[in-house]
């Protein structure tokens, strides 16, 4: 419950932030993301499954991430919330954007909108990471991770122009206090 407080104290403050910027929100309907908290009313590692499902409906796909973790993923939405197979309460562990979602972080990185450059000049450089299929490169931050298309064996020292004006295409908001896996199921 204190968690909940402290979350519904930080949208505050950066919902009155991000107004005052004029990069970060074109649309009365965006979605406040907010690094390590979460998204609109979900909070990650305090919300449940049936929060995101009384906040956002029933109209979703649950998807099983072999026996690790479970998405429900609203794809109208652009938005996928993740919970761990094991975990009985289904506490939302992880919560991915991706268009159509109007979501804007609270430095003003918006999918689809942003490059990797622009994360670069707002969080700082970080070193390329994967996802186990291979279909995103990954910029680790605390409490957020910024997605772009994969591309095969790129490093830190291979991040040139080309990566840099690559577009965001997801943002996935996490427990700034966990590093790697999320789920200890087995």
Not at 93 to 122: E, W
Request: charged fraction near 25%.
């Amino acid at each position: 419950m204190r968690k909940i407080a402290i979350a519904f104290v930080l949208f505050c403050l950066v919902a009155s932030e991000i107004q005052s910027s004029p990069s970060a929100i074109n649309s009365p309907q965006s979605e406040l993301v907010i690094d390590g908290v979460g998204i609109s009313w979900i909070v990650v590692n305090a919300s449940t499954e049936a929060d995101v499902i009384a906040l956002y409906g029933d109209d979703f796909k649950l998807i099983e991430h072999r026996k690790y973790s479970y998405e429900i993923e609203y794809k109208d939405l652009g938005l996928s919330f993740y919970y761990c197979y094991c975990d009985e309460e289904k506490r939302i562990v992880a919560i991915l954007i991706k268009a159509p979602c109007p979501g804007a972080t609270s430095k003003g990185i918006i999918v689809g909108q942003n490059t990797l450059q622009d994360v670069f000049d707002l969080y700082g450089k970080a070193d390329p990471r994967t996802t186990t299929a291979q279909k995103s490169l990954f910029f680790e931050y605390p409490g957020i991770n910024f997605h772009i298309d994969y591309q095969e064996e790129v490093t830190a020292e291979a991040i040139g122009e080309e990566q840099l004006n690559k577009k965001i295409i997801a943002i996935e908001i996490v427990d700034p206090d966990v590093k790697g896996s999320v789920c200890n199921c087995l």
